[in-house]
T-cell receptor, first 117, second 114 residues
Framework: AQSVAQPEDQVNVAEGNPLTVKCTYSVSGNPYLFWYVQYPNRGLQFLLKYITGDNLVKGSYGFEAEFNKSQTSFHLKKPSALVSDSALYFCAVREPYSGAGSYQLTFGKGTKLSVIP | NAGVTQTPKFQVLKTGQSMTLQCAQDMNHEYMSWYRQDPGMGLRLIHYSVGAGITDQGEVPNGYNVSRSTTEDFPLRLLSAAPSQTSVYFC?????????????FGSGTRLTVV
């Protein structure tokens, strides 16, 4: 069964500093990996995804994520954090499309990012 | 605007009452699902559907029913509400095809059972 771990419940970073939100995964075969962001009292918004190809994926709002197959990780990064980046971030994984019609994503428990002015 | 629409946004129920959470999408997405979000638990899958007439259980299906009579609609029914069902509920949809899986989420329904 597929699973995702986000080892940090909360990450604090000063505005202007680089940020990293960690994610590790377990899945059979090559994974499909995703990051979502949730602002207070809102639904989740898609940030970026890795399906295949370049290990560094660029997404919305200046975020990027690095896929590392040997470490089974997919950490979210941003070179310079903004106060407006403060939100809840979810990593998610899906097994390779099997043609069975199932698109289930398994989510991590989320990491609260606080960017301090 | 195209997207996933959930109603109501807030609801308070008494224990034992039943209700239906509505979810509609206008993107012709094949896949739809319901999640509940609880503090420290992340998102847990309740039920999902891969197309009209096809539904299946997720991780936490007890106490909930779903149906998918059309591509657009995927309502979630609480049969007899319990305080343990107090949560924020999200509906999500996804297009078909290889590489798909980026979900579009609704804005959520915050349910309190007293």
């Amino acid at each position: 069964a597929q699973s995702v771990a986000q080892p940090e419940d909360q990450v604090n970073v000063a505005e202007g500093n680089p940020l990293t939100v960690k994610c590790t995964y377990s899945v059979s075969g090559n994974p499909y990996l995703f990051w979502y962001v949730q602002y207070p009292n809102r639904g989740l918004q898609f940030l970026l995804k890795y399906i295949t190809g370049d290990n560094l994926v660029k997404g919305s709002y200046g975020f990027e994520a690095e896929f590392n197959k040997s470490q089974t990780s997919f950490h979210l990064k941003k070179p310079s954090a903004l106060v407006s980046d403060s939100a809840l971030y979810f990593c998610a994984v899906r097994e390779p499309y099997s043609g069975a019609g199932s698109y289930q994503l398994t989510f991590g428990k989320g990491t609260k990012l606080s960017v301090i002015p | 605007n195209a997207g996933v629409t959930q109603t109501p946004k807030f609801q308070v129920l008494k224990t034992g009452q039943s209700m239906t959470l509505q979810c509609a999408q206008d993107m012709n997405h094949e896949y739809m699902s319901w999640y509940r979000q609880d503090p420290g638990m992340g998102l847990r899958l309740i039920h999902y559907s891969v197309g009209a007439g096809i539904t299946d259980q997720g991780e936490v299906p007890n106490g909930y029913n779903v149906s998918r009579s059309t591509t657009e609609d995927f309502p979630l029914r609480l049969l007899s509400a319990a305080p343990s069902q107090t949560s924020v509920y999200f509906c999500a949809s996804s297009p078909p095809g290889l590489g798909a899986g980026g979900y579009t989420f609704g804005s959520g329904t915050r349910l309190t059972v007293v």
